[in-house]
């Protein structure tokens, strides 16, 4: 398989361009639209629209995705919104009599990837809504993409099946969420990371923890890879310090009120014992007269 190729910010790749063979519904082709803004694809061109162009259903359902309506080609002939491609793939669920290469999505983006970095234009052909492209059409490429969908059910629509290819192109050229999501924050020093272990492990002594003591050292071990694989940030390392200590000072408050509370009961125990032990006064009535 061909490898990605990577390409530097001055000089972004080439995206394949979508051709829509004999689309049928306005719709059908805002929703195609919005699916290639959403991958970073823009080059829409259109073959003999049922209704003609342009349509303003499909500006509705594009949902603000406008650019490549905007800019979208329209032409009469499949030859003719070919002619400047270097690299043109059909995609196509239905066996037709060809000899092409079949490969999945991923592989055809891939290899599209390479052609773009070759400087060569490329280009993925949909057929229309109700039949598909033609063996005819499918002459024209060079190898055919076929999404592994369920054999049970084979219906996938238009859009979907634009997204699904641009979504394996986008893969190739942004393969990690963009900055705003990844939020690690400063990672964390040996000393910082250090700090914390030997404060948790302190407080995990006192507890009683540790037992028996001849398992200590693999004990220790075991929590201190737990958290490495982590590989911590240093807000994290305050964090987690933050709530041993609060777990620690809590224990110190339950145990004194603890402590007050059995204080209390016994004082009012030793209160108890003395006035039953005390001596009596006599009761002046029981006395007899003189």
């Known amino acids: 398989m061909d490898e990605p190729v990577s390409q530097s910010p001055k000089e972004p790749l080439a995206s394949p361009c979508v051709i829509l063979d004999k689309p049928q519904l306005a719709e059908n082709i805002g929703a195609v639209a919005r699916v290639m803004a959403n991958f970073g694809l823009s080059d829409l061109r259109l073959v003999n629209p049922r209704d003609g162009w342009p349509q303003s259903r499909a500006w509705a359902s594009a949902s603000g995705a406008d650019w490549p309506l905007d800019n979208a080609r329209v032409f009469e002939r499949l030859e003719d919104a070919v002619a400047d491609l270097h690299r043109l793939y059909a995609t196509t669920a239905r066996p037709r009599e ?31 809504e109700r039949a598909g492209l033609e063996t005819a059409d499918i002459a024209l490429c060079q190898a055919i993409i076929t999404i592994p969908i369920d054999p049970k059910f084979r219906s996938l629509n238009l859009a979907q099946a634009v997204a699904i290819n641009a979504y394996e192109w986008r893969q190739l050229i942004a393969d990690r969420p963009p900055a705003a999501f990844h939020g690690e924050g400063e990672p964390a020093d040996q000393a910082a990371v250090i700090g914390f272990y030997e404060h948790l492990e302190s407080e995990l002594s006192q507890s009683g923890f540790f037992h028996p003591p001849e398992k200590i050292p693999s004990m220790v071990r075991n929590l201190r890879v737990i958290f490495a694989r982590s590989r911590l940030s240093l807000q994290e390392v305050r964090t987690l310090r933050g ?31 003395t006035e039953a032990a005390a001596p009596s006064e006599p009761d002046d009535s029981t006395k007899p007269p003189a």
């Open 98 to 128: 060809t000899h092409l290469p079949v490969i999945t999505p991923r592989e055809g983006a891939a290899q599209l990837n390479a052609a773009a970095g070759e400087g060569l234009k490329t280009g993925l052909l949909f057929g229309g």
């Open 243 to 273: 709530v041993v200590t609060a777990l620690t000072h809590g224990r110190g408050r339950v145990l004194a009120k603890l402590a007050a509370e059995k204080a209390a009961r016994d004082a009012a125990a030793r209160a108890a014992a």
